[in-house]
């Protein structure tokens, strides 16, 4: 086959002078004929051709026919060379297992991690919300009034209120608290879902008095009523805090699809609103933008309210979901894309290294007749191969990170994934990044080669003229993407220093409080049977005792809200007495706490006093946090100084309380902005759903049985819902805020190791091919100095260029990185240096071994080869 | 009536073709000549339709050419049967067969059927 066609190559002519030819062969032939009959040579030739009839119409004709062949041949023949291209790529990766393998897992783990990421980035930011209508789902600002806005505005179709809340299950077994909320009939209607079983409200139940419904979710179905398909009717008895006076006997009147999914986790349980509510969601009518919706929404506002009321904002129910979520999904996207960068370069140098030492195949190749594009075209087919392969690869390793790493992912950022955790699937999207992601790949493959194609040439072959230095541009390309990959991986090493460091001071600051050996819970107390504080207290001071005799616990007491806890309370203004400055009112958390609070929390009292039994009944007392202090009074004594919580567009201003003493500050969440706190005691204020800490010698997560039993002991119809420890929950917080950093922080070590490799195979090869002039060197007297400074030289050089290439892609990064999260403090120079220099010390551990391995050449063995 | 003749013809050109070169490798003028002595009394094969016919045939692969030497001592293409022109003709031949049989049917049917 080959043969054929190589000696049809050679020989076959033109189609038009092959039709020519043979036409006038043909013509001559005849004439002869004619000739032998009598005919003069000239008359002989006019019969001849008068026997073609249309000679040109014939010859056209032919033409055509051979060259239709030719185009279709030289088709068939493409194909049958790529097979063949293909085919013989894959001998030589059978050949150079090594080199076929590191290519493709490397590559693999770029396009792995892109696909991973942006499946990430497209459950968030663009897959839309699993509603039927969710492009037009909005969020409407606070400041709404509450009327009804479909029919004269015209620009809501549906609008949704909701108030969320607890619902305590009682009657059989333990009681259990849902989730659950109050919603008008036009939630649901908004939202576009159908429920599984029966049905949602009616716009008639919204209204006071009405009836006790309830919408059940899928799971509780199951749970609390077994699935039962005749539950429609069924009742069941429960505490909503927003009507504690009673339990209600609520009949079920719809079940939830199993694959609904909410925006918000109160979603187990759902009644009607009864009365108004200001409307939070809404269904925009279509062809009415978010902001159209606003400005109507405001000028309703303001007619009523005054032209200066604030704007009542209206804004994608999915871009208010993910907000939060976006900027770090996107800086692990940037991340992923710059570590398939480097993937893409290191696998380049690869095989441009490969493509050096095969130049004695190429050069074979065409002193026997292959076409200089041909081998390009090899080179390419090769790169494509080891590309799609890779590509396969690594979308597989991302389906298995995101079976694998998909939870941790979602609790770290902190949303759930809309649609649930089965939502972190390969979609149609996705499948077209990774695509993109392995033609990328494909590309660079594909124009390397091209780049590179060397000087091969037959002659060197069969001149047997081995060239001492190689080809210039090669060599050229390789430095350039190994300086790039030393760049780029200079700068993920930056942004995952950066994250780090902010990690690290997170993680390491003094919390203020001493989370050893402590248990907690919340308890959610019932408003009719504990109506007054001092039926309330007493239930504290019993519960406190019951706990405290059991054995092991050191201490125990009671705060509406814990540090890193389940529930917050927000900031509140407060206001110093007397003070007409700025610094008179100050943001604060406060804390309502149990007397012994401070104590058993383990935060010192700094100046003056914690709280005191004597203090009950007399003037209204608190404590500060020194930071609060500091901000307050500035370098003025809080003892025995007047606070109170400052007026509000909600709230009137609180009492004067005066402060006792300065507690040592406290960090109560990870954020970026760590409120500092004003201490109230609970014989002061109370609070029904309240955190129980307990210290204890012993394993702190053994405490819940026992403090379960003390609880239903004392009152069996309140709820103990959150038990944890203290560490387990400061833990959580640490590992989402790490999270990042340590995502980040294995990215970079990741394309550290590519681009020390990178640099090490360069090297190695450079060696390799500058056996013979290292060897001359030697002779003439060049010392082992000589020779890895030799070696080194270039090494050295591209390492360089690459760190200050890196160091400014770095200064670029780190501003993203700051503009984007919050968390992100300053970069350090110290910390930049030392990254500068343990790539550097890496590069030169990857420069040092082939340098050594140069310097103990052997020249004599060296020259005979 | 002539160009009846000649498109039935033109149909069986290719296996007449196909049938000259399945007894050796021939140029253009030999395979008109040898077809123009079988054939002479019954048809006449023109120049015209021959070349083109060759040359399509040689694109569906069924003849392949070679060059050789004439017998005027110049260089002349030869054309060669290939193993799918070889399939071809049995093709074609086969065909022919079942042709000629329903037609002879058909036209001396009543011959046959008066005896």
């Known amino acids: 086959m080959r043969e054929r066609r190589l000696s049809r190559e050679v020989v076959r002519l033109p189609v038009k002078s092959e039709v020519d030819d043979e036409l006038a062969f043909h013509v001559a032939m005849r004439a002869r004929e004619f000739e032998a009959r009598g005919y003069s040579p000239h008359e002989a030739e006019a019969e001849a051709l008068r026997m073609f009839r249309e000679l040109e119409q014939v010859r056209a004709e032919c033409i055509r026919e051979g060259q239709t062949r030719e185009r279709e041949m030289s088709r068939a023949e493409y194909l049958v060379e790529l097979v063949q291209d293909f085919r013989f790529a894959l001998r030589q990766f059978a050949r150079a297992r090594g080199f076929a393998a590191s290519t493709v897992l490397i590559l693999a783990l770029g396009i792995g991690c892109v696909t991973l990421m942006f499946s990430v980035a497209n459950v968030y930011l663009l897959r839309p919300l699993p509603y039927p209508n969710a492009e037009r789902l909005v969020f409407v600002g606070s400041g709404a009034p509450t009327v009804d806005w479909r029919t004269p505005q015209n620009v809501f179709s549906e609008v949704g209120a909701w108030d969320l809340d607890a619902f305590t299950m009682v009657g059989s077994g333990e009681p259990e608290e849902l989730l659950g909320s109050w919603v008008n009939a036009g939630f649901f209607r908004a939202l576009g879902v159908k429920p599984a079983l029966g049905r949602f409200f009616t716009d008639d139940e919204n209204r006071p008095g009405g009836p006790s419904v309830a919408v059940i979710s899928h799971a509780v179905w199951q749970s609390r009523f077994a699935g039962d398909v005749k539950v429609l009717g069924k009742t069941f008895r429960a505490y909503a805090s927003d009507n504690p006076e009673e339990a209600e006997l609520y009949t079920v009147v719809g079940v939830l699809p199993q694959d609904f999914w909410s925006f918000f986790p109160f979603a187990q349980v759902f009644a009607p609103l009864r009365g108004e509510r200001t409307v939070t969601m809404a269904l925009l009518r279509p062809g009415v933008t978010a902001s159209d919706a606003s400005r109507v929404v405001t000028g309703l506002r303001r007619a009523t309210a005054g032209a200066k009321a604030a704007e009542i904002t209206v804004e994608s129910v999915q871009a208010r979901y993910a907000a939060e979520v976006k900027p770090k999904v996107v800086v692990l996207l940037g991340a992923v894309v710059l570590l398939l960068l480097i993937a893409c370069a290191n696998a380049a140098v690869l095989l441009l290294v490969r493509a050096g030492a095969r130049e004695d195949e190429f050069s074979t190749r065409i002193a026997l007749g292959a076409g200089r594009g041909r081998i390009a075209r090899q080179l390419i087919v090769e790169g494509l191969a080891l590309a799609s392969a890779a590509g396969v690869l690594g979308i597989a390793l991302a389906q298995l990170g995101a079976k694998s790493l998909g939870p941790i992912i979602e609790a770290r950022l902190g949303r759930a994934i809309p649609g649930g955790a089965a939502a972190l699937t390969l979609d149609w999207r996705v499948a077209l990044a990774a695509l993109a992601a392995t033609v990328v790949c494909g590309c660079v493959f594909g124009l390397v080669p091209l780049f590179a194609r060397g000087r091969g040439s037959a002659e060197s072959v069969l001149t047997s003229a081995r060239r001492v230095t190689e080809s210039r541009t090669r060599q050229r390309l390789r430095s350039v993407l190994i300086t790039g990959e030393v760049a780029l991986s200079l700068a993920l090493l930056t942004s995952a220093g950066l994250l780090v460091r902010s990690a690290w001071h997170l993680l390491r600051q003094d919390l203020g409080f001493s989370s050893a050996n402590t248990f907690t819970a919340y308890i959610n107390m019932r408003q009719a049977r504990y109506p007054t504080d001092e039926a309330r207290i007493a239930f504290y001071e019993r519960l406190l005792a019951r706990v405290q005799s059991e054995s092991g616990v050191t201490g125990a007491t009671l705060a509406q809200t814990i540090p890193f806890g389940e529930y917050s309370r927000g900031t509140e203004t407060l206001e110093a007495e007397g003070q007409l400055q700025a610094s008179a009112q100050q943001q604060a958390v406060l804390q309502l706490v149990h007397d012994s609070y401070l104590r058993t929390m383990n935060i010192p009292v700094v100046r003056g006093r914690g709280f005191e039994k004597s203090d009950r009944g007399g003037e209204p007392v608190a404590l500060v946090s020194s930071d609060l202090a500091q901000r307050l009074w500035p370098g003025g004594n809080p003892i025995g100084q007047r606070l109170r919580t400052a007026k509000s567009e909600y709230a009137e201003a609180g009492e004067w309380m005066r402060v006792i003493g300065v507690a040592a500050p406290v960090i109560n969440s990870l954020r970026a902005q760590d409120p500092p706190e004003v201490y109230v005691s609970m014989t002061q204020a109370t609070a029904l759903l309240t955190a129980v800490v307990v210290r204890t010698r012993a394993n702190p997560a053994d405490v819940g049985p026992a403090f379960r039993r003390i609880v239903s002991e004392l009152d069996p119809e309140i709820p103990v819902t959150n038990p944890t420890t203290m560490r387990a929950l400061v833990g959580q917080a640490q590992a989402n805020s790490a999270f990042l950093a340590a995502f980040l922080a294995g990215f970079a070590a990741f394309a550290l190791l590519l681009a020390v490799f990178g640099l090490y195979a360069v090297i190695a090869y450079n060696v390799e091919q500058e056996r013979k002039a290292i060897a001359i060197r030697m002779v003439v007297g060049a010392t082992v100095r000589d020779v890895v400074r030799l070696v080194m030289r270039r090494g050295v050089a591209i390492t360089v260029a690459g760190l200050a290439a890196g160091s400014i892609l770095g200064v670029l990064v780190t501003t993203q990185l700051q503009r984007r999260l919050d968390s992100v403090q300053g970069g350090s120079i110290a910390v930049f240096a030392l990254q500068i220099m343990v790539l550097a010390l890496a590069a030169l551990a990857a420069m040092w071994v082939p340098a050594r391995r140069a310097a103990r050449t052997d020249p004599a063995s060296a020259l005979r080869s | ?115």
């Open chain 2, 1 to 115: 009536m002539v160009k009846q003749k000649s498109d039935l013809l033109h149909g069986t050109l290719d296996a007449l073709i196909l049938k000259t070169l399945s007894w050796g490798p021939r140029h253009g003028y030999a395979i008109a000549k040898w077809l123009e002595e079988r054939m002479a009394a019954a048809v006449k094969i023109e120049e015209g339709s021959l070349y083109p016919a060759l040359y399509r045939l040689e694109r569906r692969g069924w003849i392949e050419p070679e060059w050789g030497t004439s017998e005027l001592g110049r260089r002349a293409k030869f054309y060669r049967i290939t193993k799918h022109g070889e399939a071809e003709l049995r093709r074609e031949t086969s065909e022919w067969e079942r042709f000629s049989v329903a037609v002879t049917a058909v036209l001396l049917g009543p011959a046959e059927a008066a005896t």
